[in-house]
């Protein structure tokens, strides 16, 4: 695909009948959300709420009600209409996992045996 930037990832996982409530800070040079900021999809995102910036605009916290996979973007929406600036994005990316209840039985199976 060619991207230049950089790429960060988090796996979180949603508590059962619970929604997360998420803080991230962009430590990349010249990156704000002053000009944009978005947690994609939108569409499943915009119910849950409008995130909210702090005054530097490095800072946002927002909402996530579902699991999935989420971008989290410092960036103005027209970003994605040059190639060359969308290639060379610094990007967030939230796996947000459900619970897995642990096994009702379980065996231990040792390094070596024929199980």
Same mark, same amino acid.
Request: glycine share 8%.
């Given at each position: =695909?060619? $991207?230049?930037?950089?790429?960060?990832? &988090?796996n979180l996982i949603l508590?059962?009948? !619970? #929604?997360?409530? =998420?803080? =991230? /800070?962009?430590? #990349?040079?010249?990156?704000?959300?002053?000009d944009g900021f978005f =947690?994609?999809?939108?569409?499943? /995102?915009?119910?849950?709420?409008?995130?909210?910036?702090?005054?530097?605009? !490095?800072? +946002?916290?927002?909402?996530? &009600?579902?699991?999935? $996979?989420?971008?989290?973007?410092? +960036?103005?929406?027209?970003?994605?209409?040059?190639?060359? $600036? +969308?290639? !060379?994005?610094? &990007?967030?990316?939230?796996? #947000?996992? %459900?619970? #897995?209840?642990?096994?009702?039985? /379980?065996?231990?199976?040792? %390094?070596?045996?024929?199980?």
């Open positions: =695909v060619g $991207q230049l930037g950089s790429l960060s990832f &988090a508590p059962e009948n !619970k #929604v997360l409530y =998420v803080q =991230v /800070t962009t430590n #990349v040079i010249g990156q704000s959300g002053n =947690v994609r999809p939108s569409r499943l /995102t915009d119910p849950w709420g409008p995130p909210s910036l702090d005054g530097t605009g !490095k800072t +946002a916290t927002f909402y996530l &009600a579902s699991s999935g $996979q989420f971008s989290i973007e410092f +960036a103005p929406s027209s970003l994605w209409r040059n190639y060359e $600036q +969308a290639r !060379k994005f610094d &990007a967030l990316t939230l796996f #947000v996992n %459900p619970p #897995v209840p642990p096994p009702e039985e /379980t065996e231990l199976i040792q %390094p070596g045996s024929s199980l």
